[in-house]
């Protein structure tokens, strides 16, 4: 595997709050969300923290994952969902199955998100099965 690409994002969310209140939740979640993610969403604790901190990492992850694979691939915000599970707590992002039809080579993302008072920040490693262009 070779690195493809390295993305970051920086989100301030008082910012993204306010934007989130401009366009109503729901709007910008079924705008930005898999079919998966949309679900989980849905689920959530009906209180403002909780959607805006699921939207919020969300959003970071995904403009970093663009930033990661660009020129190569060009996403789409459903293209990606990213998720966490009790036995892998780390978020990973994966194709959703839409996208895995464009994918002609086996792609690996490596995700880490931090946040602190009113900061998020997510990065993203791309890695991209040995042959690519940019190899």
């Known amino acids: 595997m070779t690195i493809l690409g390295i993305g970051v994002d920086i989100l301030h969310v008082g910012r993204f709050s306010e934007l989130i209140l401009r366009r109503s939740p729901s709007r910008l979640a079924k705008r930005i969300l898999s079919q998966q993610e949309w679900i989980e969403w849905n689920n959530l604790p009906n209180d403002k923290s909780s959607k805006t ?13 663009y930033k990661a694979l660009f020129p190569v691939h060009k996403l789409t915000w459903k ?15 994966n194709f959703s199955e839409e996208a895995k039809i464009h994918i002609t080579r086996p792609i690996k993302f490596h ?13 993203v490693l791309v890695e991209e099965e040995n042959g690519s262009e940019n190899s």
């Open 79 to 93: 293209d990606i969902t990213l998720s966490r599970s009790k036995q892998h707590p780390k978020p990973m992002l």
């Open 53 to 65: 901190s699921y939207l919020a990492k969300r959003w970071a992850s995904k403009e970093a994952a």
């Open 111 to 123: 995700t880490s998100i931090s946040h602190d008072g009113d900061y998020l920040i997510s990065q």
